[in-house]
């Protein structure tokens, strides 16, 4: 990250925090011993923002004005492991009050996150085991949350409330945040692992999306403002969170019809929420689909017929032609987003669909951009029909049935395979 990046979102955090201490810095920022001399520097000497106490604390002394970039997550945190001791991040800062008006309108997609029967939790663990257990769920959810660019509004207790489409809107929105809650469920499935030797309590969450209109600025008063979204929506995101069985994803009709093609679910049925003067269609998610693309989607309904790329479908089908004659080829189709290299790829598919032969298809995606493998991955979860909902011996048993097919020596490769 651009050092002056780093240096305006510590200006932020310091502004609204009043005192920040070095290790904090160290944690949020990954910032190493030299990275934060140079920061105390301009901090204190060059700008005059802050002072130093008893070399561990920074205290801010800028002007009430000032408003700096707002703070954004340091992919160095966010790449840590998830563990029980890990710090709780803070919740996503919101963006500074001179760049956006006092409110906005807004349509969001809300997470309503809760975990089950925390009052017998409570009454079983310690208060500092408690206290470490809650931090280490909340970690575990805030980290899948920022992989998908959520925005978590509040820590409510046991409980989050997490918007997707503020501050930064997506088109995909709805998506990241079925894809967030479905990683949050395998997240627990993980820290449960965890937390079983040490603290012998298995927890379990339920999650309730909703998408809507909504308006969203600062709310309280004093020094204790926070950026919430006012409506129905959060209301409603509550209320589906409260339907859901334990550890399983519950969302709006609202919300399905916009991750529809993407994402297999079980319908609920029509239910009363408290509060509100019409029924509504409920569903549960149960994992996503093979669909990769909107693209994918739309071949279901059928395509329109495709305009303007005669040379370029012509240049496909003759590369196919010599690959048929024993000639391979490597094709690279680039081009800003949208230009239809992915339709031009979709007519080579149908193109060659009669003919006997095996494809192989990965694609890389917005929501992994930290794993380097993530498109191989992905591709090996599609081949071998793995589930979230599987066991390790169930993806073991896929793994290890495919590799006999092959004829491959399953000491050999199924550790290199299952290590991915």
């Not at 802050?50 to 160095?76: C, F, K, N, Y």
């Amino acid at each position: 990250m651009d050092f002056y990046a780093v240096l305006d979102q510590v200006v932020d955090l310091l502004r609204r925090r009043g005192r920040v201490t070095y290790g904090a810095l160290r944690l949020q920022f990954g910032l190493t011993d030299e990275q934060l001399a140079v920061l105390k520097e301009e901090l204190i000497d060059a700008h005059q923002l802050a002072r130093d106490e008893e070399g561990r604390i920074l205290v801010w002394m800028g002007e009430a004005d000032v408003t700096p970039s707002p703070l954004q997550p340091s992919a160095q945190y966010a790449s840590q492991p998830v563990t029980p001791e890990v710090s709780l991040p803070q919740a996503s800062a919101p963006p500074a009050a001179s760049s956006t008006p006092d409110a906005e309108r807004r349509q969001l997609t809300v997470l309503f996150c809760d975990l089950v029967d925390s009052t017998p939790l409570a009454r079983q663990l310690d208060p500092e085991d408690l206290r470490e257990v809650i931090r280490a769920y909340q970690a575990a959810c805030a980290e899948v949350i920022e992989c998908f660019d959520g925005y978590i509004a509040q820590y409510l207790g046991d409980g989050l409330l997490v918007y997707f489409g503020y501050p930064q809107a997506h088109e995909d929105d709805a998506q990241r945040a079925v894809r967030a809650g479905l990683g949050m469920l395998e997240a627990m499935g993980t820290l449960n692992v965890s937390l079983e030797p040490h603290h012998r309590v298995r927890l379990a969450v339920r999650l309730g999306i909703h998408t809507g209109l909504v308006v969203v600025g600062a709310m309280g008063g004093g020094a204790r403002q926070e950026q919430l979204a006012l409506g129905d929506t959060p209301n409603i995101a509550a209320r589906l969170q409260g339907l859901a069985a334990p550890d399983t994803v519950v969302i709006s009709e609202a919300t399905a019809r916009l991750i529809e093609g993407f994402f297999m679910w079980q319908a609920l049925g029509v239910q009363d929420l408290k509060g509100l003067a019409r029924p509504l269609h409920v569903y549960r998610v149960l994992h996503a689909h093979g669909t990769q693309t909107r693209l994918d989607v739309a071949a279901t309904r059928g395509l329109t017929p495709l305009v303007g790329r005669d040379a370029e479908v012509t240049l496909l089908q003759e590369r196919w032609a010599q690959v048929t004659e024993g000639r391979g080829q490597v094709i690279v189709l680039s081009g800003e987003a949208g230009i239809g290299k992915s339709r031009l790829v979709q007519v080579l598919k149908e193109h060659v669909a009669d003919t006997p032969h095996s494809r192989w298809e990965c694609r890389g995606s917005p929501y992994y951009q930290h794993t380097a493998l993530y498109p191989l991955i992905e591709f090996f979860h599609r081949a071998l029909d793995w589930h979230g909902d599987d066991t390790a011996d169930a993806k073991l048993g896929k793994l290890e049935h495919a590799l006999r097919q092959y004829r491959l020596p399953l000491d050999e490769t199924v550790p290199l395979l299952a290590a991915v």
